[in-house]
Structures are given as structure tokens and as C-alpha cells.
């Protein structure tokens, strides 16, 4: 099982296995786990999704909501001995674009509140880059501001995993 030294972002596509693999590199590292969730259930289909990564986990994990307020929660829940895991960024950013939020300014008060925390940090998201270039302004938006979030944490987090089909690749530290 890989492990990590103090924040860590899995990257992958759709239905890669980086949520399982995030999980379990959180379960490895012990202390108190805490589960902060970005999803919000608009339709059916992602209430079941979000029951599905409910059931997945144990009772050892907390879970918090945070679909707008990402950086607050994981200020709120910042201490040595905590292990945060949050799923997912592409799912925040969607809600940021939807609440028509300065983007920017709330990826910059993440990587400024991952960079000073003190509890250990996984965080997932999707890479979005390797599609075709969307056929709307929206979607172009959505994957600008997605792959330019992903750099940002990249470049501050200690540990970055690729996982495609199942399998983890350490791309930083």
C-alpha cells in the first residue's frame, strides 16, 4: 500500500479507482478520519452514488458536507493526528461554476489553507484534460477551471497519485 507524508492528490479519470485508492491510503494512515464531501444530490442516479461512498466506509469515518465552503471545512477540521479526505475538487468546482463563485479566489484560499495545515490531507479529483475540447462555453470553462485547480494543488501538496484502471502511479514525492 502506498503511503504519504503529509497531503496527497489522486488524480484519474471517471470510474479509475482513485476514491478507493484515496480511501485506503486514508485508513492506512490512522488518527481520527474525517471525510469532507462535495457532492450535492441533484437527481437520483447521484443519490445513489453518494449512498454507494457512504456504504463504503466505516465507522471510523466522520463525514461533513461542504459543496461551496471546502476551504472552511478543512480549516474547521485542521489538527494534528486528523486525516482529511476530501471528495471531490471536480465536484466543487462544478459548484462553484453553478453558484457562479469567483473560481479563483476560492482555489487560492484552498492551496493557502492546504499549505499551512497541520493534519494530513487526501484530496481526489478528476483529470480532465485528455477529452476532446468541449462544444460549449460552459464546458470549456468547467475543464479550464478544473485543470488549472488541479495544478494549483498539485504544486503545493507533497504526494500526487495517477490512477488508471485500478493502478496507482506516483507521480510527485
Known amino acids: 500500500m502506498p503511503t504519504f507524508t503529509k ?21 492506512a494512515s490512522g488518527g481520527d478520519l474525517v471525510f469532507i464531501a462535495t457532492a450535492q444530490a441533484f437527481d437520483g442516479e447521484m443519490t445513489d452514488r453518494i ?6 466506509r466505516d465507522a471510523r469515518w466522520r463525514t461533513l458536507e461542504a459543496p461551496l465552503d471546502l476551504a472552511e471545512a478543512i480549516a474547521a477540521e485542521d ?4 486525516t482529511i479526505l476530501v471528495d471531490c475538487l471536480t465536484l ?7 453558484a457562479d463563485a469567483d473560481t479563483d479566489a476560492a482555489a487560492q484560499t484552498l492551496v493557502a489553507t ?30 479550464d477551471v478544473a485543470g488549472l485547480l488541479n495544478q494549483r494543488v498539485a504544486a503545493v501538496v507533497s504526494e500526487v ?13
Not at 449512498?51 to 463504503?56: E, I, L, N, Q, T
Open 161 to 173: 497519485d495517477f490512477v488508471i484502471a485500478g493502478l496507482p502511479q506516483r507521480l510527485k514525492g
Open 92 to 98: 466543487w468546482a462544478s459548484n462553484l461554476l453553478l
Open 7 to 27: 497531503s496527497l492528490l489522486v488524480l484519474g479519470g471517471a470510474r479509475s479507482g482513485k476514491s478507493r485508492h484515496a480511501q485506503a491510503i486514508a485508513e
Open 114 to 143: 492546504l499549505a499551512r495545515a497541520s493534519a494530513r490531507i487526501v484530496l481526489v479529483s478528476n483529470e480532465v484534460g485528455f477529452g476532446i475540447v468541449p462544444d460549449n462555453a460552459l464546458a470549456r470553462r468547467f475543464r
Open 79 to 82: 489538527r494534528p493526528g486528523a
Open 51 to 56: 449512498a454507494r461512498h457512504r456504504a463504503d
